[in-house]
């Protein structure tokens, strides 16, 4: 795997991942203001999702990076 397909690949782990991450502890907001969107959950944590989503790509990429470098998943056509 070289460095532009580990990169890519890391990319779409992310994403697949904080996609899964994003809905975890969502509870929508009590007071609702007039214009805000009843939807809009009331302490998204962002920062926290992003940081468990790294690591956990991360970890998923590892496992690739491995199954890759063993010959169990081939990106060759």
């Not at 899964?20 to 007039?34: F, H, I, N, T």
């Not at 920062?47 to 790294?54: F, G, I, L, R, S």
């Amino acid at each position: 795997m070289n460095w532009f397909v580990g990169t890519a690949t890391y990319i779409v782990i992310w994403w697949l991942t904080i996609f899964m991450v994003l809905p975890w502890g969502v509870k929508p907001q009590v007071d609702r203001e007039a214009g805000h969107d009843a939807g809009a959950p009331a302490n998204p944590r962002l920062v926290m999702k992003a940081a468990v989503t790294t690591v956990v790509a991360g970890v998923i990429w590892a496992f690739v990076y491995w199954a890759v470098t063993h010959d169990l998943i081939s990106f060759r056509t």
